[in-house]
């Protein structure tokens, strides 16, 4: 049984990151990110924080846009406009949630697509179910960079992901999809989620809710990836029941330390994919803002 190191594969990825940018800025690209953020909510505070300390370690500059909670939408929506057409920022990062005057799926929809480095836009999440290049959300994407880390055989595999978000159960299934795995996608409707959960050779939870799987839930010898973080006062937890599931798969990630550390590595590498996508893009010089 192998317990699946986030923090090593995400410090690989990073590695892999830094050595890409300081191919760019070579040839006169650096990448660049925007983050922008409308309000004081601690948590994206921290957030935003941790993703521009991590550009700086990798070489992407980046800057910042802090917007008071009562911004208008039609201020977001310009600044957004104005990121789209700024040669020097390759990546936009609109930090979610947004305040409830701001219609978060019509700002996020205002991103290029070509700078939607968290891959939220429809016009991203079309590319992927079409099976074309584009941006793919970070969170799912470190999933399957885990599960290539643990060279796990996708091709032909039964794959069962809980969850169907936008943000990580949706563009997962099409990722899962398009590595050749059959897949059937639960949610909080799905019958006898335990009986679908024992046919999959790989098993995705991303719920929310601790104790969403259980050890009866797992076929032996399944590759289980928890992307659940849930905080309860015994610290944080996955959606897994990882002390008993861990005795039946062949391989598993825990919480802390397996999906999480993978997500700000994923936004950095789509980062330096977006800079690619656009050709002229960039500059040497440090962005503004
Ligand atoms: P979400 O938008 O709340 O979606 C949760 C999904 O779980 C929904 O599709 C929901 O079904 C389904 N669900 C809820 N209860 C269920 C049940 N009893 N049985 C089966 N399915 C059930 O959450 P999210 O944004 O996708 O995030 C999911 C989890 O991942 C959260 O814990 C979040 O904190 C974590 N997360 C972690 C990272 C990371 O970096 N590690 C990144 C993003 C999210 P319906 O659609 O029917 O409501």
Redesign the pocket.
């Known amino acids: 049984m192998t317990v699946i190191d986030g923090r090593a594969v995400a410090a690989r990825v990073r590695e892999r990151v830094a050595a890409e940018v300081a191919e760019l800025r070579a040839v006169g690209v650096r990448p660049g990110l925007a983050t922008v953020l409308v309000g004081e909510d601690p948590a994206s505070q921290v957030y935003v924080r941790m993703k521009r300390k991590a550009c700086e370690e990798v070489g992407i500059a980046s800057v910042h846009h802090d917007l008071p909670a009562d911004t208008p939408q039609s201020e977001l929506g310009a600044l957004l406009e104005s990121l789209n057409a700024d040669p020097a920022v390759s990546g936009i990062l609109l930090q979610l949630p947004l305040p409830a005057q701001i219609d978060a799926d019509e700002m996020t929809g205002t991103i290029a697509a070509e700078k939607d480095v968290d891959g939220l836009t429809p016009f991203s999440a079309g590319l992927l179910v079409h099976g074309r290049e584009g941006l793919v959300p970070c ?1 799912p994407a ?1 999933v399957m960079e885990l599960l290539a880390h643990a060279e796990v055989e996708l091709e032909g595999a039964r794959a069962v992901v ?4 936008q ?3 949706r563009p997962l299934a099409q990722l899962l999809l398009a590595a050749n795995a059959t897949v059937t996608q ?5 019958r006898d ?1 335990a009986a679908v959960c024992r046919e999959a050779d790989v098993l995705v939870s ?4 601790p104790a ?1 799987v259980t050890a009866d839930m797992v076929r032996e010898g399944a590759v289980v990836i928890d ?4 905080r309860t006062e015994n610290g944080l937890v996955g ?1 897994v029941d990882f002390a008993a599931v861990r005795a039946k798969a062949r391989a598993i990630t825990p919480v802390p330390g397996g ?2 550390p ?2 700000i590595a994923m936004l950095l590498s789509n980062t330096v994919r977006a800079a690619r996508l656009q050709p002229g893009a960039g500059s040497t010089a440090p962005i503004h803002g």
Do not use: F
Not at 162 to 165: E, F, V
Not at 186 to 190: L, Y
């Open positions: 969170t470190g809980i969850g169907r978000s943000l990580v159960g639960c949610h909080s409707r799905t989620l991303a719920v929310g809710r969403t992307v659940g973080m849930n959606d999906v999480g993978m997500t």
